[in-house]
Structures are given as C-alpha cells and as structure tokens.
T-cell receptor, first 115, second 112 residues
Framework: EAGVVQSPRYKIIEKKQPVAFWCNPISGHNTLYWYLQNLGQGPELLIRYENEEAVDDSQLPKDRFSAERLKGVDSTLKIQPAELGDSAVYLC?????????????FGEGSRLTVL | GENVEQHPSTLSVQEGDSAVIKCTYSDSASNYFPWYKQELGKRPQLIIDIRSNVGEKKDQRIAVTLNKTAKHFSLHITETQPEDSAVYFCAARSGGNTPLVFGKGTRLSVIA
C-alpha cells in the first residue's frame, strides 16, 4: 500500500511568488495534518483536518497561508505571497483515529526555498 | 497548550554503547508519547510509543520509560549501530482529538 504522497519534493521560488503543495494521504485515513519543519527543529502543526473540516488551524498564518481538503481526501497547502522566512520543509501526515493510538504516517515532505 | 522539551540536542556515542534521550512535557493530561526517527532527507517514522497507563515498553534494542509524576519520558537505545544515526523526536498528545506536539529533536551520531 502506498504511503502518504507529497509533491513537489523540492521547490525554489522568488520571494512574493505563490507556491502550492499537494498531499495524498493513506487511503481511508480521515485525519490529515500539515506540519512545518524548520532546519534543525521538530515538526510544528499548521493545520489539522478531520475529513474535509479544518478542526485546528490556530497556527496557520492566515494572511498568506491557505489550505483545503476537498472531498476529505487530497489536500493542498498554498502560500501567497511567499517570504524568505517560509523556507522550510512542509510535511503532510495522516492517521486513522479509529485505529489504536492513531499513529501519524508522514510523507517525504516538500522542501521550499525562497530566494 | 502542551510544551515538549527534549535533551540533548546532539549526542555522539561509540558503536555498541547505549544512548539515552530525555523529554519533558507540561500538560498532565497527556497520555500518548511516541518517538519518531528521521534519517537525513527522509520522512519521520514511528519507532516506539507508550501510553500513560504503562511505565516502560521495550522493542528489541529500543525502550521507552515514562514517569507521569515527573512528567518526563526517555528513549533508550542499547548496543547502538551506525544505522541508528538519525534525528530522534519525542512527542506528546493529551487526547485523541488533539494533535501531537513534538520536541526539537536530538541528532544521534553513532561512531564506528
């Protein structure tokens, strides 16, 4: 079975440009997360979805970041406009709350470099 | 909200020695404590976890201990091997509806 799939793996853009990241969670996982991972740091939650509903987006900088999870499956995270400080790895994860502890399964991440 | 502190930030051990990484948490309601391993350029992967109703859990060379009173938990790796070299993250969660909060990570280097 395929794991969490993210694209693109790498993206280099000029500041003030828009960028979008896509995530396909593990089939059947109702919970989807976007985490931000700065260099040398642990993942920090940006937004959490239960099916198509954003249930925790308090850490998402809503002036420039937006996310959606149409039909409760794939999700897109967008940044517009990007700033230098947005350079980081954007990790998507999914879990199935119905299974035990709801282990998080991460994607490989999308590494963003803003020049 | 929950706050997780992790120490040390870097750790070097000789192959075959043991490694211990410690984490503290702030929310006494936290009841789930996983450990993730992240190799360079790879995704974080769960290596072991513990729930608040047990004090210790082992899986081959890896063990995790939990002290609820002191609000700290530790990862123990015995007989370290070069392939154990990676960044290890602890995390805590206070309930099924709350997200995991991660520590800042420990970069473990096992020297052959």
């Amino acid at each position: 079975e395929a794991g969490v799939v993210q694209s693109p793996r790498y993206k280099i853009i000029e500041k003030k440009q828009p960028v979008a990241f896509w995530c396909n969670p593990i089939s059947g996982h109702n919970t989807l997360y976007w985490y931000l991972q700065n260099l040398g740091q642990g993942p920090e939650l940006l937004i959490r979805y239960e099916n198509e509903e954003a249930v925790d987006d308090s850490q998402l900088p809503k002036d420039r970041f937006s996310a959606e999870r149409l039909k409760g499956v794939d999700s897109t995270l967008k940044i517009q406009p990007a700033e230098l400080g947005d350079s980081a790895v954007y990790l998507c994860a999914s879990s199935d709350r119905a299974v035990g502890t709801g282990e998080l399964f991460f994607g490989e991440g999308s590494r963003l470099t803003v020049l | 909200g929950e706050n997780v502190e992790q120490h040390p930030s870097t750790l070097s051990v000789q192959e075959g020695d043991s490694a211990v990484i410690k984490c503290t948490y702030s929310d006494s309601a936290s009841n789930y404590f996983p450990w993730y391993k992240q190799e360079l350029g790879k995704r974080p992967q769960l290596i072991i976890d513990i729930r608040s109703n047990v004090g210790e859990k082992k899986d081959q060379r890896i063990a995790v201990t939990l002290n609820k009173t002191a609000k700290h938990f530790s990862l123990h790796i015995t007989e370290t091997q070069p392939e154990d070299s990676a960044v290890y993250f602890c995390a805590a969660r206070s309930g099924g509806n709350t997200p995991l909060v991660f520590g800042k990570g420990t970069r473990l280097s096992v020297i052959a």
